[in-house]
């Protein structure tokens, strides 16, 4: 079920009719809520509307290496105390006046808090963080084959890496690989080569 976005608002709900101050449903902007009990007796019904309406992160799927990214673009709530991260994905400091102008400025809007702060939005597809566009490397679960170093030498993620705490990663469920699609034999001794030369982990 989408999550509401708690900004007020001044409308009718659109289960129970009551006015004052509701929440938007984040996924279409379209329902209002007065609360989480009607927005999840109205779920059922409607799902498959908020599902099929096109969403405002959908020009930002293409990567430059022209994979695109199929999960949804979602905004960092929750803090990361290991790297000293909050709300946004900021600096624990810095998170409550970026909430605020989340809330004020930009009236709860993702998508214009996006253009100010890209790094606070993450995809679900791959647990990476929005200003990386060069690929989606989700090892395996994509339509696509998956254009990491690692999926292409037919190596899985090493836990160092896989294992890292970010907000960006934070409750997803995400796959080491290798995505058996993406296998290289040529790109293999040539991504292997390139690593060591730059000191990357392979």
């Known amino acids: 079920m989408s999550s509401s976005v708690e900004i007020p608002v001044y409308e009718y709900c659109s289960v129970c009719n009551k006015s004052g101050e509701l929440s ?26 908020c599902a099929a309406t096109p969403k405002w992160y959908d020009k930002h799927r293409m990567c430059k290496d022209g994979n695109e990214h199929e999960g949804r673009l979602e905004l960092v709530t929750w803090d990361c105390p290991a790297l000293g991260m909050g ?26 808090l996006f253009a100010y702060w890209p790094r606070g939005f993450r995809w679900t ?35 160092s890496i896989f294992n890292e705490k970010t907000p960006f990663r934070h409750g997803l ?8 699609r993406s296998f290289n ?15 990357l982990e392979m």
């Open 87 to 112: 709300w946004g994905a900021c600096l624990v400091e810095d998170s409550e006046d970026l909430k605020t102008k989340f809330e004020t400025e930009f009236r709860g809007d993702d998508e214009k």
């Open 24 to 49: 938007r449903c984040s996924g279409c902007k379209s329902r209002y809520y007065c609360g989480t009990a009607c927005q999840t007796a109205d779920w059922r019904a409607h799902k498959r509307t």
């Open 185 to 199: 034999p040529l790109y293999a001794i040539q991504a292997a080569v390139g690593r060591s030369i730059i000191g």
């Open 125 to 159: 597809c791959c647990g990476t963080h929005a200003r990386i566009a060069y690929g989606c490397d989700h090892h395996g679960t994509g339509s696509r084959p998956c254009t990491c170093d690692f999926c292409r030498v037919g190596k899985p993620l090493p836990s």
């Open 173 to 180: 469920t995400l796959r080491p690989g290798p995505d058996p």
